[in-house]
């Protein structure tokens, strides 16, 4: 295959913005798909390798040695195999190289329609490796309609349009269109597709986790890291963060000087209110760390695998323990992964709430 073509589709893969090694695939799979209906090839047999930096090209068909022909398209008889490689025997498997008159004419005949389908393999093949490395990720995407009905924002990611759903969206916040936003990349379906599909979300814990990572250096460096996120989007975050250096602050590092660090998480969550607590192995001083603000008296671990404690709090800390609606208190449990019993310690048995009722 002459320089030329190697030329044409460097210039190619610039103006659609592809890599070189997507469209020589793409362009790869057209040829194989041209040749297997050229030569009514309706099987595995045929392959083709293309090295852009050699400016090569090889196709071949994989035939089967015989002694008789039954299959005209998958056989060949052991004579002629031996021109190809010596010794061949009945049962092996040899390569026949296409001849370049034989690519030409494919091409000339099928040139344009393999150029096409090239160029959608590669674009569809571009998608699905940038989807795959954008999972549990933040991305930038622009808002491009919103449905006046259901509130599901069409967001325009590259060349494709996804849905934001209305129940992944924060409460009270409203999108129009044009409007630049982060989304986090929970999962995405059907890869080995030829359009994959993303679940987006703006209320998953991991959009907290990730802001913060870039956020915060010493969480990005892996000295701070993110032992546990509890969220109820555009409300409030509780986050649990451990350091693995003893003259680092971990919970300091996460607010920042000046709260410069956190405030400018809130503002980007629309105001949602978080707590950086201190994850401890210790689980009753876990679980007080993560009722915080709320001073806690003690922890007492309930016997059993259930995992539930009583917790004892001032009585005038009790609501602020309890929380808004229970809350404090309910992030604090999905926090710890513990119910919690709380307590005032005045014992006044009326005033107290477990986990099962703020659930």
Request: net charge negative; aromatic share 4%; proline share 4%.
């Amino acid at each position: 295959m002459n320089s030329e073509f190697f030329d044409a589709l460097r210039l190619l893969s610039k103006e659609k913005g592809l890599k070189m090694e997507a469209l020589c695939d793409g362009i790869q799979k057209a040829i194989i798909t041209a040749v297997k209906k050229d030569y009514d090839n309706k099987e595995d047999m045929v392959f083709c390798e293309i090295n852009h930096e050699k400016k090569d090209m090889k196709v071949y068909i994989r035939k089967n040695v015989v002694s008789e022909i039954s299959d005209p398209v998958s056989d060949i008889l052991v004579d002629h195999a031996q021109k190809y490689k010596t010794g061949a025997l009945p049962g092996e498997i040899i390569e026949i190289p296409l001849e370049t008159k034989d690519v030409s004419r494919i091409a000339a005949d099928k040139g344009k329609h393999v150029l096409r389908q090239g160029i959608r393999e590669a674009e569809h093949g571009q998608l699905r490796e940038e989807f795959q490395s954008r999972i549990q990720e933040i991305i930038t995407v622009k808002v491009q309609r919103i449905d006046p009905i259901t509130g599901d924002a069409t967001i325009e990611i590259g060349k494709l349009e996804e849905t934001l759903p209305k129940s992944e969206q924060m409460p009270h916040e409203t999108f129009k269109e044009g409007d630049i936003i982060k989304v986090f990349v929970v999962d995405v379906k059907d890869l080995d597709r030829k359009f994959p599909k993303a679940t987006l979300s703006r209320t998953h814990s991991g959009l907290v986790k990730r802001l913060f990572e870039t956020e915060v250096p010493e969480i990005y460096d892996g000295t701070v890291e993110i032992r546990a996120i509890s969220r109820e989007a555009g409300s409030r975050t509780k986050m649990a963060v451990y350091s693995s250096d003893e003259n680092v602050d971990p919970v300091g590092a996460c607010i920042g000087p000046r709260g410069a660090r956190v405030g400018k998480i809130v503002d980007m969550l629309g105001g949602e209110k978080i707590d950086i607590v201190r994850f401890s192995e210790d689980q009753a001083e876990f679980i007080s760390e993560a009722l915080k603000p709320a001073d806690v008296i003690a922890v007492d671990i309930n016997e059993g695998d259930e995992r539930s404690c009583s917790v004892t709090v001032p009585d005038t800390q009790l609501s602020l323990a309890i929380g808004n609606k229970g809350q404090n208190a309910r992030l604090a449990a999905k926090l710890t992964g513990w119910k919690i019993d709380i307590r005032p310690e005045s014992g006044i048995t009326e005033q107290t709430i477990n986990f099962d009722e703020i659930t």
